[in-house]
């Protein structure tokens, strides 16, 4: 199955794209997705960054379906 990841603010920039589509066996989770972009930068992720599947926050055990959307959200400060 696809599905596409989507990258904001500095992970965009370190992997010089804002969205990745990935090629995912049935059954696979959001950390599942996350482990496969980690594979392409590993230094330019944290350990456990926020995921959205969807445009809704979620676990890393989150099972996805077929075209759905991972967001890797990075640290957010306020001021």
């Not at 804002?18 to 049935?26: A, V």
């Not at 996805?64 to 959200?73: P, Q, R, S």
């Amino acid at each position: 199955m696809q599905v596409t990841v989507l990258l904001f603010a500095s992970y965009a920039d370190t992997l010089g794209t804002s969205s990745i589509p990935l090629e995912l066996s049935s059954g696979a989770t959001a950390g599942d997705a996350l482990d496969q972009v980690r594979s392409l930068a590993a230094d330019a992720l944290p350990s456990k960054p926020l995921l959205a599947v969807n445009e809704r926050y979620a676990r890393p055990e989150h099972v996805l379906a077929a075209g759905d959307e991972v967001a890797i959200i990075p640290p957010v400060a306020g001021g």
